[in-house]
């Protein structure tokens, strides 16, 4: 797998954007819908409003220095106890290198210009839950460091080696554990190992009639066992739930032994759930090497939908009647202004010319005819699941909730087109980062009451501290509600900024990131709605769940991991 | 906390460099076109981005709807058993009393009679147009809050017209019940923006709930800049009024609640060469009731209208954001656990925040404050009773100045002006108070020598009140460098923990009288010290505090501008002492005091007039209950 992935970007190497010898943009590769499009509109849209220019373009190197990468330190003995095991290992450069980072933007600025100060020393890849057993066996043996490696796409520096670790630090790379072991028909349950990755789970259940329905936005690359570490939400929580709604067994191992239920029940009354140690345990506990999760009957029939709304507060609100009248379709998510627009940057060349009169009737209509300022428009994208009649009364439902709020139905098509856009839109990033643009996106959940106020504030915070830190170009700072719920809504922001004139962007990128989680804190706004805390998002635990809370969590480490084997030091 | 408020207080040493802005006299064009045209002239003000316009009734529908009213409405109507359709009407009454109507029209006739009125009045009208300029940004940016100081009924119809002059967005304005007892008067203010409080109102939960919603959604929506005085009322003596804090909470919880980004502070301080209320400020003062506003008593005052009241200097501060001042202050939003729209006390926190802001917004005001050389001039003529030779006059105000200068004073000095002109046009500004005879400058009705009625000492009393009222302005400038001096005195020694000690209890004891930021004692004396090391009055060692030779007569001249205090408040303390009575009120302890007082002045065993002043008595007393040498008891 890791050959057919970028090593110094996201996703695989043959999908990318470029500029072609036209100067358009184009997606490269066949894997997307967009693959293979050019992207008229997306050169301007990156001139207008990031100030970047073709001319100005930085290269990343084209391939690891090895010379560069800190020397492999494993103690012998430790390599023939681990030889016995069968279990097969690496310690080439390249493979220590490619598990060493997650995708937050510094890391991929390591890679594309420096290296890391520490990464694993070696890489093991146990096939089974026993192995995993042996390997923790092994580690604690020859006190040695775990850091668990599922997808690798974690955005919260959590799978960054501690400096400063002087044990021989161990990958272990669940990526071989990737077999559904038995599917419960009757019950609707199937028993995977932890190490499979979404899409490959969602395809095989698929041959079975079956699916799980948790789809984040990583599922091309994430793990069932890192969602179970990071506590992972899905698009279509609405009708699957999230993970810890998914999840009916979790087998861990940790440096205490195994830790598992001992009967698979919808719920129980047991003392606090210890499936919730372990979920957002972030690799801190041990290593998730089998669960047991809730299964569906593939849906019958699936429907986009999309509506336009004349400006973003409209849209919340009816957002938030939606959840209040619980007929949330399997996703809905809300776009601002910016980022509709941002979606109109990528949209392909059309294909003829009575496409384009028809665009252009659309945008006539909702503009001039509705009245509607292109400036203050947003856009909800809806995706409904479900048998097909059911779907299209819903559907009804729905349209008739927006249109009390003032939103327009606006097609299919730009609903697919926008889910089609959160997959390719992470490519994005590398295409930025040739240009001297840097960005991120992060989230946030919070209460209905606070939504448009924390959108506003957290925006504008970014625009503010770009401005007051000297960025020249005013930044695209822009956001979407993601999730609906009862009490709230999951929000999740994208910014970008053009760094060129400043000496050193990743430290100012990073303290307007810092200024921005304060905002959004300020705001009444979690720490990470799913994203996880890894060691990002250390600093602000302790008020995110008082002192006393942080203890809690401290005592069972304590216990569970006495010499701290999972060290990779994330979340407390 | 305590290095935390420290660092966060204004820096007053760094005043004396401060460069300030130029002025530009805006009557000048009234002077020269048509005001008919220019009341009626094309009028687009820039408006706050965010903004969704709408009509005042509007606002007060949303007000009457919104979460915070109608919790309120519920709980009362629980709680008394009343319906809630009744206590919703009663809001509605409330709203409807209290709300604005800001009509352009009303703005219209107000641009044009106050050209008028304001061409007779004043020979010139500066504002600093670099103020105007930040302002017009700030306002586009975030929320605007106006703290103009107070000092005349003039205050908020100049700051209107000042901003429909400069095609600014007008203000809706905080303003007393009072005026509504004005007919007509009332309804124009009314329209042309003014929103009426009630003087009190703690205790009434529906009126506090409307009220703070009026004036929240106005800032919320950006609907206008919001305007009142932090000192709540007009300052009869010039002195700035310690701050109220119940308006400025409530214009600053939008952002505390981040239902806005941001909000502007915007320090405005409005300087009178000659205050239009000066001899009314003295009879009340002493005693004689204030007239209550009323239509005909608004023209009786058109006689003058003949009298000539010379500049007005009105300088806009540099707007202040309340996010700069928050950060690192209040780390987390405590509103973060309770719905926002619950009525919640404030938390200490945020409490003791409110009050520095008040504080440093006030001190702003105060450092923008332009003094005219008749400032300078009644304060060496108060030292100088009954008169005081041209020539000296002229000699000790030059040297004044230059102390003032050095004290971070703001002048407005006309280029090249000579000395001799400069004071010669300010006798002549003020011949109601001084008049020049035979080369001497005597103080009116001080000179008559026979028969001290009590009649004559209320008239003496009369005029170095209002002389007073200028000379207080430089005491808002002096007060820590001359408290020093004070203490200096007091304690006849060099020791610097001595001096310190005597020094803050000064402090503590005219923290009602005059502007202290909270809770920075050592750092005014500091200031005080430093700044009379600057100007040659005193050297500083680590231990020892020594005045200079040729810093005695500067020294003994800052002391006494603030003896009428020290010797009021002794006075007062040994009219306490002699009281037999284990409680009296309020009213009795002025009576009193004004007798015991007018007995002393009789007899000629006391010259300290100003101890008749009503503000001094009520300021002693309240600082006895601060000091707890008294007790307050609710009757």
């Not at chain 1, 665009?359 to 009245?371: A, N, S």
């Not at chain 2, 009924?153 to 700051?159: E, N, Q, W």
């Not at chain 2, 109102?201 to 305007?227: C, D, Q």
Request: net charge neutral; proline share 4%.
């Amino acid at each position: 797998r890791q050959e057919i992935l970028k090593w110094n970007g996201w996703g695989y190497n043959d999908s990318k954007f470029i500029f072609n010898k036209k100067g358009q943009a184009e997606f490269t590769g066949k894997r997307y819908r967009l693959s293979g499009m050019v992207l008229p509109i997306l050169k301007e849209w990156m001139e207008k409003t990031l100030g970047a220019s073709l001319e100005h373009k930085i290269t990343s190197r084209t391939s690891l220095n090895i010379s560069d990468v800190p020397p492999s330190i494993v103690n012998e003995e430790f390599l023939q106890d681990l030889r016995a095991t069968k279990i097969s290992y690496s310690r080439e450069a390249e493979d220590r290198v490619f598990r060493a980072h997650g995708h937050c933007l510094h890391e991929i600025l390591v890679l594309r210009e420096g290296m890391f100060k520490r990464i694993p020393d070696i890489v093991v890849w146990p096939d089974c839950h026993d192995d995993v057993v042996k390997i923790v066996e092994l580690a604690s043996k020859h006190n040695l460091c775990i850091i668990p490696f599922g997808g690798g796409t974690s955005v919260s520096s959590a799978l960054e080696c501690p400096a400063d670790e002087r044990r021989t630090i161990v990958s272990l790379d669940t990526s071989q554990m990737n077999r559904i072991l038995w599917i419960d028909e009757r019950n609707l349950t199937a028993h995977i190992e932890a190490g499979i990755i979404g899409q490959d789970l969602e395809r095989q259940l698929g041959e079975s009639g079956y699916c799980t329905g948790h789809e984040p936005d990583s599922m091309e690359f994430s793990s069932l066992g890192g969602w179970v570490a990071t506590r992972a939400s899905g698009m279509k929580k609405n009708i699957y739930g999230n993970i810890e709604d998914l999840v009916v067994h979790i087998k861990m191992v940790t440096p205490r032994g195994v830790i598992e239920k001992g009967c698979q029940v919808p719920r129980m009354s047991t003392g606090p759930d210890i499936h919730h140690f372990i979920m957002g345990s972030e690799g801190t506990l041990g290593v998730v090497t089998e669960v047991t999760i809730k299964i569906r009957p593939t849906p019958e029939y699936q429907k986009y939908g999309s509506v336009v709304f004349p400006n973003f507060e409209r849209g919340v609100a009816c957002l938030r009647e939606i959840a209040k009248q619980r007929c949330a379709p399997a996703s809905i998510r809300l776009v601002d202004n910016a980022q509709f627009q941002f979606g109109h940057a990528l949209k392909p060349q059309v294909a003829s010319i009575f496409t384009s009169f028809l665009d252009g009737l659309k945008k006539f209509y909702i503009t001039k005819f509705k009245g509607f300022d292109p400036n203050e428009l947003c856009v909800a994208t809806l995706l409904f699941e479900g048998d097909r009649e059911k779907v299209l009364q819903h559907e009804k439902q729905v349209y008739d909730i927006a249109a009390k709020f003032g939103g327009l139905a606006a097609g299919e098509d730009n609903g697919q087109r926008g889910y089609m856009l959160t997959f390719v839109i992470a490519y994005l990033r590398d295409l930025g980062l040739d240009y001297y643009v840097i960005g991120e996106s992060f989230e946030t959940s919070v209460p209905w009451d606070r939504v448009i106020d924390l959108c506003r504030n957290v925006k504008e915070r970014i625009v503010r501290e770009c401005k007051e830190k000297g960025v020249q170009f005013a930044p695209f700072s822009t956001c979407r509600v993601t999730q609906t719920y009862d009490a709230g809504a999951c929000v999740y922001f994208y910014f970008a900024f053009n760094y060129r004139g400043i000496s050193d962007p990743i430290h100012v990128y990073e303290q307007i990131e810092t200024a921005a989680r304060e905002e959004i804190l300020a705001n009444g706004g979690s720490l990470s709605h799913h994203h996880g805390v890894g060691k990002l998002r250390k600093q602000w635990m302790k008020e995110s769940i008082s002192d006393v809370g942080l203890g809690m969590l401290k005592s069972v480490k304590a216990y569970v991991d006495p010499n701290n084997i999972f060290g990779n030091r994330n979340l407390l | 906390m305590y290095n935390q408020r420290r660092d966060w207080a204004p820096d007053l040493k760094e005043l004396t460099s401060k460069k300030r802005d130029e002025f530009e006299d805006i009557l000048e064009e009234r002077r020269q076109s048509s005001d008919l045209r220019y009341a009626m002239k094309c009028y687009t003000p820039v408006i706050y981005k965010g903004l969704s316009a709408c009509k005042p009734s509007a606002i007060k529908n949303s007000v009457l709807q919104s979460e915070q009213v109608q919790y309120v409405i519920k709980q009362l109507s629980k709680e008394m058993g009343e319906s809630a359709d009744i206590i919703q009407e009663e809001a509605t009454e409330i709203l409807d009393e209290m709300g604005h109507n800001l009509h352009i029209g009303a703005i219209r006739f107000f641009a044009f009679s106050l050209s008028k009125i304001f061409k007779r009045l004043f020979q010139r009208v500066c504002v600093n147009e670099e103020g105007i300029q930040k302002l017009q940004q700030a306002i586009q940016e975030h929320p605007v809050v106006l703290l103009p100081s107070h000092r005349s009924y003039i205050d908020f119809l100049m700051l209107s017209y000042l901003l429909y002059t400069y095609d600014l967005a007008l203000p809706v304005i905080a303003a007393g019940m009072d005026f509504l007892g004005m007919k007509i008067v009332g309804e124009l203010l009314r329209r042309s923006g003014a929103f009426f409080m009630r003087r009190s109102f703690g205790g009434n939960r529906l009126y506090w709930a409307v009220f703070a919603e009026y004036v929240k959604t106005m800032l919320r929506n950006g609907y206008a800049p919001i305007e009142f005085f932090l000192e709540g009322t007009r300052s009869r003596t010039s002195k700035t009024l310690t701050p109220k804090f119940g308006l400025l909470s409530i214009v600053m919880e939008p952002f505390f609640k981040r239902e806005v980004f941001d909000t502007y502070l915007v320090p405005i301080s409005i300087s009178y060469e000659r205050i239009l209320e000066e001899s009314l400020y003295a009879y009340e003062l002493l005693g004689v009731p204030k007239p209550k506003e009323s239509t005909s008593g608004l023209l009786k005052a058109r006689k003058i209208l003949s009298d000539n009241f010379g500049s007005i200097h009105v300088y806009f501060g540099q707007p202040v954001s309340l996010r700069t001042l928050a950060s690192g202050r209040i780390n987390r939003c405590p509103y973060n656990l309770v719905p926002r729209h619950l009525p919640q006390r404030l938390s200490e926190d945020i409490q003791e925040f409110v009050t520095d802001v008040a504080y440093k917004m006030e001190l702003l005001q105060i450092e923008n404050m332009v003094l005219s050389p008749w400032v300078l001039i009644a304060s060496v003529l108060l030292q100088n009773l009954p008169a005081i030779d041209f020539d000296v006059l002229v000699e000790k105000t030059l040297w004044l100045k230059g102390i003032t200068q050095v004290f971070g004073g703001f002048f407005e000095w006309p280029d090249n002006l000579c000395a001799n002109k400069a004071v010669t046009s300010s006798l002549a500004l003020h011949t109601n108070i001084v008049s020049l005879v035979n080369g001497q400058v005597v103080l009116n009705d001080m000179g008559i020598e026979d028969g001290a009625t009590e009649e004559l000492i209320f008239k003496q009393a009369l005029s170095i009140l209002m002389c007073g009222a200028y000379r207080n302005q430089l005491l808002n400038v002096f007060v820590r460098p001359s408290l020093v001096a004070v203490a200096l005195q007091m304690t006849q020694s060099f020791r610097k923990e001595e001096i310190y000690n005597c020094f803050n209890f000064l402090r503590n004891m005219f923290s009602d009288e005059f502007i202290f930021f909270p809770g920075i004692a050592l750092k005014d004396f500091e200031e005080g010290c430093f700044l009379l090391t600057k100007c040659d009055v005193i050297q500083v060692t680590p231990q020892e505090i020594l005045v200079t030779e040729k810093g005695n007569s500067a020294a003994s001249f800052l002391a006494a501008m603030f003896r009428p205090f020290m010797e009021g408040y002794q006075i007062i303390c040994r009219y306490l002492s002699k009281e037999t009575k284990e409680t009296f009120t309020e009213k009795q302890f002025i009576l009193g005091i004004r007798n015991f007082a007018f007995q002393l002045l009789e007899t000629g065993s006391t010259q300290c007039y100003e101890v008749l002043s009503s503000d001094l008595q009520k300021n002693a007393l309240a600082a006895f209950v601060r000091l707890n040498v008294m007790k307050k008891m609710k009757m």
